[in-house]
């Protein structure tokens, strides 16, 4: 499957550099032959992971680049954009050149992001960059807009993403009965409009980070029409739960910043914008918390093994094609992170053609899968889709011309 289109073809990867070196007629002689109720994607990339892992090692209990590649490979992600927020942050450039050294670990390739936070300044050389206006998990964030536009003022030009919640509302509301109404869609709304005022202002190219409001998503397709370099991505649990759907017995498990929205109409508006284009990514903001954890309310919820799985979903229940799963799956993440990537990854990935890299997502669109928790591989061991039957499966992640049978 490619953005132009479906065929079937026979692809040939160069074991010595992974990259696609042929895609032609099938000949039958290839080594693995898939039928009609396959389909092959350039490898799955997700933009928002939260590892854990970095070098003073104290959440690796959680999870570790190992554990979160058996975690991606399990849901067909090929490539993953790992989140700062960790204990010993890589806001400097020693400490980012640390957890990329132990980043080489994981046989998914990871895209490190670089922390900003108070007094931080952009590091030596590319990396893109994530931004927490306010209190979320981990201590990595601002308690004011002018402590973080004064921050943002020295990165012109970067790439940055922005977890859009105004820290000024969040403790206004800090006393509220509900983690919902401690976290209230007017956060969102003027987090959105900031990071959109900062993206103008200094010429960022800038992402929002899981977006859960189709009125923050209509300010973003706005600004873009501008000429503002803006991105958006939506994550899983946005775009499957809302707030109805939350009861005293899983109250804790769908706890997340931000949090489930109770609009019906919302998640079905998120659902349409992500089909037609105007939301660039699916990414899962993939938070491995234990399940002790989360029973004392830590927010966040983990997605990696489940990826392929809720793609299948998004087909099958909401009538996405093939080439619109191709976008914003695989082509979008990989230009995302096109400009981060070392010597050696050809056009990277995103395609298949000559040249790109042997990295892809096999699916079969007609093996239904039950989520259960023996079957993942995340070292917090816990889905919020346990239970849930998605209407096909993840068969095989290749890696640079390496498949990988789930």
């Not at 202002?201 to 977006?211: P, S, T």
């Not at 890299?357 to 079969?364: E, H, K, P, R």
Request: glycine share 10%; with cysteine; hydrophobic share 30%.
């Amino acid at each position: 499957v490619r953005r132009e289109g479906t065929s079937s073809a026979e692809i040939s990867i160069s074991q010595d550099s992974g990259l696609i070196e042929s895609v032609g007629s099938p000949t039958g002689e290839a080594d693995i032959v898939l039928d009609r109720n396959h389909l092959i994607f350039p490898g799955f990339g997700d933009l928002h992971v939260h590892a854990r892992e970095d070098e003073s090692g104290s959440q690796n209990y959680k999870e570790d680049f190992e554990s979160m590649a058996r975690a991606a490979i399990c849901g067909g992600v090929a490539h993953g954009g790992d989140m700062p927020n960790s204990p010993s942050s890589p806001t400097t450039a020693d400490r980012y050149k640390k957890k990329a050294e132990l980043a080489r670990r994981s046989s998914v390739h990871v895209t490190l992001y670089g922390g900003i936070g108070p007094g931080t300044k952009p590091l030596s050389f590319p990396a893109p960059y994530k931004a927490f206006m306010g209190p979320s998990v981990g201590d990595l964030f601002f308690t004011s807009y002018e402590e973080l536009e004064d921050v943002i003022s020295h990165y012109g030009g970067e790439h940055i993403s922005f977890h859009c919640e105004d820290p000024s509302v969040l403790e206004r509301y800090k006393d509220e009965s509900t983690h919902e109404a401690r976290r209230p869609k007017e956060a969102e709304i003027s987090g959105v409009d900031f990071a959109l005022h900062l993206i103008q202002k200094y010429r960022l190219h800038g992402e929002l980070c899981h977006i859960s409001l189709m009125e923050g998503v209509r300010k973003a397709i706005k600004a873009k029409r501008k000429g503002v370099s803006v991105t958006i991505e939506v994550t899983p649990h946005h775009l499957y739960f809302d707030a109805s759907m939350i009861t005293e017995k899983n109250r804790l498990w769908l706890q997340m910043n931000p949090p489930l929205r109770t609009s019906h109409d919302d998640k079905l508006e998120l659902i349409e914008s992500l089909r037609n284009g105007d939301i660039d990514y699916l990414a899962t903001d993939h938070a491995p918390h234990t399940i002790e954890e989360k029973m004392k309310g830590v927010s966040g919820v983990p997605h990696l093994d489940t990826y392929g799985s809720f793609v299948t979903w998004l087909m099958k229940e909401h009538h996405f094609s093939p080439e619109e799963i191709v976008r914003v799956c695989s082509y979008n993440p990989g230009q995302f992170v096109h400009p981060f990537l070392p010597e050696g990854f050809g056009n990277g990935f995103g395609d298949i053609a000559p040249g790109w890299i042997g990295s892809l997502t096999v699916i079969n669109t007609e093996r239904p899968t039950t989520i259960t928790r023996d079957m993942l591989k995340t070292k917090c061991g816990w889905s919020p889709f346990e239970g849930v039957t998605f209407p096909g499966s993840v068969v095989y992640t290749i890696l640079k011309g390496k498949p990988h049978k789930i």
